[in-house]
C-alpha cells in the first residue's frame, strides 16, 4: 500500500471514531432528560413557574431590547456616514432628526471630497435617559478617512434618538484629531 493510501485509512479511522463519540454523546443527553411520562415530568409540568423565574425571563428580555436597542443605534451610525462621503448626500441627511444636519457639529466632514476609504471605530453607546431601553444615546467615534492626500483623523460623538422604531441623529461633536489640527 502507498503512503497516501495508508493517510486516508488513518484518516477514515479517526473521523469513524469522532462520529462514534459525537453519537454516543448525543444518545446519553438525550437518555438525561425526562420523558413525558416520568413522574419528574408530570411534577415540573403540574407546578407553575415560579416569581423568580418569572422576574429572571422579564430581565433577560429587558437585557435583549436594550441590546437590541444599542446595536440598531450603532448601525445608524455607520450607515449614516457610508452615506455621508457620497455624491449624493440627502440618504445622509434623512437620517437626521428633522431631515436636515444640525449647522455646526461636523462642518469639516462635510467639506471633505473624493473620499476613498473610510473606517470607524465607536466605544459604547453612552445613555442619554434613565429607561432600561434607552430612547436617547451618545456614540464616541472616531474616524479614519482616506482619500486624496494624508490619511484624517477625527473624533467626537453623535448623540441620537429614537423616532418610531428607526434612530435619528440629534446632534454631533466631531473634530480633528489632535494630533492633526
Known amino acids: 500500500m502507498s503512503h497516501r493510501a495508508w493517510w486516508l485509512v488513518i484518516a477514515t479511522i479517526v473521523l469513524l471514531g469522532i462520529a462514534v463519540a459525537v453519537q454516543e454523546g ?53 450607515a449614516y456616514l457610508a452615506a455621508l462621503f457620497k455624491d449624493d448626500r440627502s440618504e445622509a441627511d434623512a437620517m437626521w ?12 466632514l462635510r467639506t471633505l471630497e473624493n473620499v476613498t476609504g473610510l473606517r470607524v471605530d465607536n466605544a459604547r453607546p453612552q445613555p442619554l435617559d434613565a429607561t432600561p431601553v434607552p430612547a436617547a444615546l451618545r456614540i464616541p467615534v472616531h474616524l479614519r478617512i482616506g482619500g486624496q492626500g494624508p490619511l484624517r483623523r477625527y473624533s467626537g460623538h453623535y448623540d441620537l434618538r429614537r423616532d418610531g422604531e428607526t434612530w435619528r441623529i440629534t446632534a454631533a461633536s466631531i473634530d480633528p484629531s489632535p494630533a492633526q489640527r
Open 97 to 108: 432628526i428633522h431631515g436636515r444636519p444640525a449647522s455646526q457639529g461636523e462642518a469639516d
Open 26 to 78: 448525543l444518545r446519553r443527553d438525550a437518555d438525561d432528560l425526562p420523558s413525558p411520562d416520568s413522574p419528574a415530568a408530570a411534577a415540573s409540568t403540574a407546578s407553575a413557574p415560579s416569581p423568580d423565574a418569572a422576574g429572571a425571563a422579564a430581565s433577560a428580555g429587558l437585557q435583549a431590547a436594550h441590546d437590541a436597542a444599542m446595536r440598531d443605534a450603532v448601525s445608524a451610525v455607520h
